[in-house]
């Protein structure tokens, strides 16, 4: 086991490389005006005076070299813990990232942890009494939550009672420790958005595992001892069919970090999505390549996480 780890995390480095140089290209191919051109527009002076001034500020934000060598300059610094600083806030990369980190946490959380408690007993009782008006139900709300996208929920959670009752979300975002109930009447919302995505595809998921599962030779044979219904599914079929519903639920843990953008930005909550969508829009390069390179490093971790849960679920899993 550990050295399947240890193996795992060797491999991971050459992928965090490839990730970090096509940001790093991506980033500055892009096009638009750069962040020397954008901290220069609310300044008055001639057109000398801001050549001049536009010039200082590459040379200040090292921009005025080749690119090579500017990611030569960002990898160096990045081995010894440094991120650099970000061009729009002037704080340090790491610093603004995870001041940024708790409501995109709380964020997705919430979601994940609603959208697990309605999806698996929806998915388990449609595949329990399959062909019923519960497993119809299952289904149909499952497909529906699973096909209309988030921005749109989103929009019509916001425009109706803001029409109907001239109500709508805070848009000051509070710390739960600062006013709870202010906290949650932001990011509740969006989170019950996300909680219904999951939902849709996990009830799915849990569904198609346990009518397969409940088919194997091994329930039958439980059924014929005279074991109960119960506990031939909660403890010989539940644990079985958990293996895709847990590699569903490893792409979930990168929604944690990597997956909220869009509610972030509509209901106006200052996550890391909302920190990236920003910078990219600032040119804020070392803001982007830190968030980038901190969701990735998160994604492939939870990858290693899944991977060595399924050996609790089935113990006929081996890593050798």
Same mark, same amino acid.
């Given at each position: ?35 020397? =051109? ?23 934000? $090292? ?69 019923? *008006? ?42 739960? *420790? ?33 009518? =397969? ?59 890391? $999505? ?23 490093? *998160? ?22």
């Amino acid at each position: 086991m550990q050295a399947y780890i240890i193996r795992r995390l060797l491999l991971n480095l050459p992928v965090l490389l490839i990730i970090i140089a096509a940001v790093y290209s991506i980033v500055r191919i892009n096009p638009g005006a750069d962040i020397a =051109e954008l901290m220069l527009e609310e300044v008055r002076a001639d057109k000398a005076t801001k050549d001049a001034m536009y010039h200082q500020i590459r040379r200040d934000l $090292g921009l005025d070299t080749a690119i090579h060598i500017q990611f030569g300059r960002f990898l160096w610094k990045l081995f010894q813990g440094d991120m650099g600083k970000s061009y729009y806030s002037g704080r340090p990369v790491v610093q603004e990232l995870f001041s940024r980190l708790p409501p995109t946490l709380e964020l997705g959380m919430i979601g994940m942890i609603v959208g697990a408690m309605l999806a698996l007993p929806l998915g388990l009782l449609g595949a329990i009494y399959q062909d019923t *008006w519960i497993d119809y139900f299952s289904r149909v709300s499952s497909v529906m939550f699973l096909s209309i996208p988030n921005f749109f929920i989103a929009t019509v959670v916001i425009l109706i009672p803001s029409i109907l009752f001239h109500y709508s979300p805070p848009i000051a975002y509070q710390h739960p *420790w600062e006013d709870l109930g202010a906290n949650l009447r932001q990011v509740l919302p969006a989170a019950l958005i996300l909680a219904s995505s999951l939902m849709g595809a996990t009830a799915r998921m849990t569904r198609s595992a346990m009518l =397969e599962v409940i088919r194997q030779d091994y329930i039958r044979t439980a059924r014929a001892k005279g074991l109960s219904e119960r506990l031939v599914i909660y403890r010989h079929a539940l644990k079985n069919a958990m293996i895709p519903v847990v590699t569903l639920f490893g792409l979930y843990l990168t929604i944690l970090i990597a997956g909220t953008a869009i509610l972030e930005v509509v209901f106006v909550i200052p996550g890391v $999505g909302r920190l990236t969508v920003t910078s990219i829009q600032v040119h804020d390069f070392p803001q982007v390549q830190g968030n980038i390179l901190f969701i990735a490093t *998160w994604i492939l971790i939870a990858n290693l996480l899944v991977d060595l849960f399924y050996a609790w679920l089935d113990p006929r899993i081996r890593y050798s």
